[in-house]
């Protein structure tokens, strides 16, 4: 089923930004010899602070990244295949879903709560691409005929499709997301078709071509085309292994994994228009499955400490919409309501929470805070009532001005004023928001 025009613009500009709260990373699986030694990697664009995420894992394959739940997903293909997750950090390990065959590619539809992965049919002589809800409920085998040995997977959820890589017939296709619709994408005859990813900002699909025979190994490449496959284009040449691709839209830049080969295997990266190529990762096991993903992801924005009863015996409310981010969507407010009306009012931010006895309140903000422009509830005209509201626009300017960057932390609490209270207390007050600031 297709979407709308405009839910189709709103998930790429979140899937471009893809509201990241810190420097993205590479994560890899190092499908290190023998089996029970193979890890999860981490490391910086250009490769520096590498960190092994979860170590003595049996062979490994594809991996996916869930920027909305900040956890990342890899496949496990023997003795027991299996498709585990963890947190971005390697913490909160989990089973997710056991399978019945060697499992190679894996993809997350975040927006859709779905995760997908591909079977080589290794072991059931059956191969097959399957579904299941992210909490490893929900199994679905897609009824796609004519597959014989699919690797690589990705979803495209704005167009409600997935793509997929398929050694054994030297094709990418691609369906609707239940398998429906089938189509060939690329027929490459080059050799052996292995992982694919998508770059839905400019519209591209990414792949990595092993020659054969294994003579020919060092001459694989990475190729670009449309997303209907045309416009085929060679844009790194010379590789050993090149198993699988990732893209870094923000930046320009395209990795990919070189496995397989007695001399070094390593992750490579290069620019978009297919120039300066580069090793960014070396000395390793065997790499294979690669993509890239935010370093962590906070919990949204979040209420906290008391609001003050005003004199009427109304609580003032804080609340909040969008998502405080430095690139994207420039979205987020943050709102008071249930305040007396026509009165003037503020916003106070601070770096860190506090809860602090303040005129007849709590001040829920820790010193030293600022203070935004004084602005006016409005309202009911006419005698005093709780139908006056403030709001406070946190543009991407603003946080700039304010110094602020992807990780800060920000307390906001609202000040008014509150006549019908005695001297020194005539003021009213919010209870506060809490939220990370976003890449």
Avoid at 50 to 58: Q, R, S, Y
Avoid at 69 to 84: L, M, Q
Avoid at 256 to 283: A, K, L, Y
Wanted: aromatic share 8%.
């Amino acid at each position: 089923m297709r979407i709308s025009a405009l839910v189709r613009t709103a998930l790429l500009l979140a899937l471009a930004s893809r509201t990241a709260f810190a420097q993205d990373k590479i994560y890899w699986t190092d499908t290190a010899q023998p089996p029970g030694t193979c890890k999860v990697w981490r490391a910086d664009l250009d490769g520096s602070n590498g960190e092994i995420l979860v170590d003595g894992l049996p062979e490994l394959r594809g991996i996916a990244i869930d920027a909305v739940a900040g956890r990342v997903y890899w496949t496990e293909s023997i003795p027991t295949p299996k498709i585990r997750s963890s947190k971005l950090d390697g913490t909160d390990l989990r089973d997710v879903v056991p399978v019945t065959d060697s499992t190679a590619g894996v993809a997350v539809d975040s927006f859709g709560g779905k995760l997908y992965w591909t079977e080589a049919g290794y072991n059931s002589q059956t191969p097959k691409i399957q579904r299941v809800d992210l909490d490893g409920i929900n199994i679905q085998n897609l009824a796609i005929p004519g597959l014989v040995h699919p690797v690589g997977i990705a979803v495209d959820p704005a167009s409600g499709r997935i793509y997929w890589s398929d050694i054994g017939t030297q094709q990418i296709r691609r369906a609707n997301l239940d398998g429906s619709g089938d189509e060939v994408v690329i027929l490459d005859t080059q050799g052996d078709v292995n992982g694919l990813t998508l770059d839905l900002v400019s519209g591209h699909l990414y792949w990595c071509v092993i020659p054969q025979p294994q003579s020919e190994w060092f001459h694989g490449t990475v190729r670009r085309a449309n997303l209907d496959g045309s416009s085929q284009e060679i844009l790194f040449s010379g590789q050993t292994t090149p198993t699988t691709v990732a893209v870094d839209h923000t930046n320009g830049k395209v990795y990919w994994s070189n496995s397989w080969h007695e001399q070094n295997p390593g992750i490579m990266r290069g620019d978009m228009d297919g120039t300066n190529p580069e090793v960014v990762v070396t000395n390793l096991g065997q790499p294979f499955g690669i993509v890239i993903g935010p370093a962590f992801v906070p919990p949204p924005p979040n209420t906290y400490c008391t609001a003050k009863v005003n004199s009427l015996g109304c609580t003032p409310a804080i609340s909040f919409t969008g998502l405080p981010t430095l690139s994207g969507l420039d979205d987020f407010y943050i709102t008071a309501t249930n305040v007396l009306n026509n009165k003037t009012g503020m916003l106070l931010l601070s770096k860190t929470s506090g809860s602090t006895p303040f005129y007849g309140g709590t001040l829920c903000l820790g010193t030293p805070f600022v203070r935004t422009a004084i602005q006016n509830s409005h309202g009911n005209a006419g005698p005093p009532d709780c139908s006056g509201s403030y709001s406070f626009h946190f543009t991407q300017a603003y946080m700039r001005s304010r110094g602020l960057v992807p990780g800060s932390d920000v307390h906001a609490q609202f000040w008014s004023r509150d006549p019908g209270y005695p001297q020194p207390n005539k003021i009213g007050l919010t209870d506060g928001v809490h939220f990370t600031i976003g890449k």
